[in-house]
């Protein structure tokens, strides 16, 4: 895998594996997503901040290996048996803490996943000890499972996010726009897509090109307005 780039976008985002791209903040847990032999007991937690790429690895893991992906408040009402006959990927988990059935849910589907010997992926935007799950059996099995971090991004992943993202909206900014982002701007996924679209919003609004004082602009409102 090489030269690959996603996230969790509302425009028009890519969802292949030739779409994320890797750099030295992501690496580790790319390779933990391609080699799901090696995880402990079988079952490994993927966590990041919003539009990290979360979704986008479980997509392209469950992809690669015939598996399922499922939202943690949809495992209500399903059939666990009959979901445990793939590899699953279970992603926002925390967002069931304070609902027990879908708790209830993932437990048995954790202990049957473990029973099958197939590989289990769990996604949250924290690590998994302060998901505070109501049911304690649950907690203390994610709490004890191998977990990994997608990083803040470096240079060369907030480069490529940035001209994901305008590519996402059909956007060409010019050469010296990026750049400057870079140097300038909150060092995080969610701040690149608000960026970006604010950005948008404004040459849209304006009728005129993606040029650096438009950045600078847009940048200095959006830091006075927190």
């Known amino acids: 895998m090489s ?3 996603s996230f969790d976008l509302p425009v028009r985002p890519a969802l292949g594996r030739g779409d994320f791209f890797v750099s030295p903040s992501n690496a580790l847990a790319v390779a933990l997503i391609d080699a799901p032999d090696s995880w402990v007991s079988g079952k490994l937690v993927l966590y990041g901040p919003r539009g990290s790429g979360k979704s986008h690895l479980a997509r392209v893991w469950t992809d690669s290996i015939g598996g399922v992906v ?3 408040s949809d495992l209500v009402g399903t059939d666990i048996p009959v979901l445990t006959q ?14 027990p059935d879908a708790q209830t849910a993932l437990f048995h589907l954790h202990n049957l996943m473990l029973a099958e010997r197939r590989p289990l992926l769990m996604t949250g935007r924290d690590a998994p000890d302060l998901w505070r799950l109501s049911l304690p059996d649950l907690q ?19 480069t490529a996010v940035l001209a994901k993202l305008f590519a996402d909206r059909q956007i060409i900014p010019r050469p010296d726009v990026i750049p400057y982002l870079v ?3 909150d060092r995080s996924f969610e701040s ?10 404004a040459a849209l609004s304006e009728g ?7 950045a600078i602009r847009v940048l200095d409102a959006l830091d006075r307005d927190g």
């Open 86 to 99: 793939h590899p699953v990927a279970v992603e926002d988990v925390p967002d069931i803490a304070d609902a």
């Open 70 to 72: 499922i939202s943690a």
């Open 140 to 158: 203390s099995r994610v709490s004890g499972t191998q977990a990994i971090a997608l990083e803040p991004p470096d240079d060369a992943l907030l």
């Open 3 to 5: 030269h690959q780039l």
């Open 208 to 214: 005129r090109s993606l040029s650096r004082p438009l």
């Open 183 to 185: 140097a300038h701007m």
């Open 192 to 201: 690149a897509a608000r960026v970006v679209a604010a950005l948008d919003r």
